[in-house]
């Protein structure tokens, strides 16, 4: 079952500077994160007949044209259960329908299966047919995703990969840069790299770093011009990682080793 890829340039941190809009099917359609209107999206879906939208997750750069192909088209507007009001507030727009992890959208082409993949964000999930996912920010081919305060978690971001491992499809195909044609290797990859930062937080905490910003500049050996904002955030969801694994404790000020560990 494909997927059509229409690339739309939007504000984002992502250093494509797009986001990667999705359509599957051409009767019964369903397209995933209308970042913006715009040609090279209107093009793709000028020949289908779109039934369904729907999002990875709510950030701006994935969430921005919701409301304009809902009214255009009628399509049935879909959001993740629990997460209805962030889903309005993100998009102007009350969702008609609510799936969770399991959930099925008929199209055309066939089923769309729905899977939890929170940590990005709290709502995050990604769209699976056949040997094909829709990963929206869960993995890149190169480089790292964001999982900062206030919204990521590690914890959760991590199960996320491992079920996607687990799960083993054939390709991902991501909100930000090219497909993922190594989707195992992608997800240890970014696993590995999680853990770590991870070592590099606990190790600075347990040498005597205490407040986020002393743990920022002992975690991170590189320039951070311009993306410090997004460190500092990440430096904040190990901490309360850490914390919650007794690791070592976190009052949202300053840290201090797990002497009872």
């Known amino acids: 079952m494909d997927w059509h890829r229409a690339d739309v340039s939007v504000p984002t941190r992502a250093p494509t500077g797009s986001t990667a ?3 599957c099917g051409d ?4 397209l995933v994160d209308p970042p913006d209107a715009g040609d090279a999206l209107d093009s ?3 020949d289908r007949s779109l039934a369904h939208i729907a999002l990875t997750h709510h950030h701006p750069d994935h969430a921005g044209a919701v409301a304009h192909y809902a009214r255009e088209t009628g399509a049935t507007v879909w959001a993740r259960r629990g997460r209805a009001s962030a889903f309005e507030a993100a998009t102007g727009i009350t969702p008609d329908r609510l799936f969770s992890g399991g959930t099925t959208i008929p199209t055309g082409a066939g089923p769309v299966t729905v899977i939890d993949t929170p940590g990005h964000a709290p709502e995050h999930v990604a769209f699976a047919t056949d040997g094909a996912v829709v990963s929206g920010d869960l993995a890149v081919a190169e480089g790292t995703v964001v999982v900062g305060a ?3 978690d590690v914890r959760a971001y991590l199960a996320s990969l491992r079920r996607l491992h687990a799960r083993n499809p054939d390709v991902l195909l991501p909100g930000h840069g090219p497909r993922i044609e190594t989707p195992r290797e992608t997800c240890a990859r970014l696993i590995d790299h999680r853990l770590a930062r991870e070592r590099r937080v606990r190790d600075a905490v347990h040498d005597g770093a205490a407040t986020l ?3 920022l500049e002992a975690a991170y050996e590189k320039d951070l011009t311009g993306v410090r904002d997004l460190a500092r955030g990440t430096v904040l969801t190990h901490l309360e990682k850490l914390a919650v694994e007794g690791a070592i404790s976190w009052d949202s000020e300053r840290a201090a080793p797990n002497l009872a560990e």
């Open 27 to 30: 009767e019964a359609a369903l």
């Open 21 to 23: 809009a999705y359509v």
């Open 150 to 152: 206030p919204e990521g």
């Open 213 to 215: 910003d002393e743990i």
């Open 44 to 46: 793709l879906l000028s």
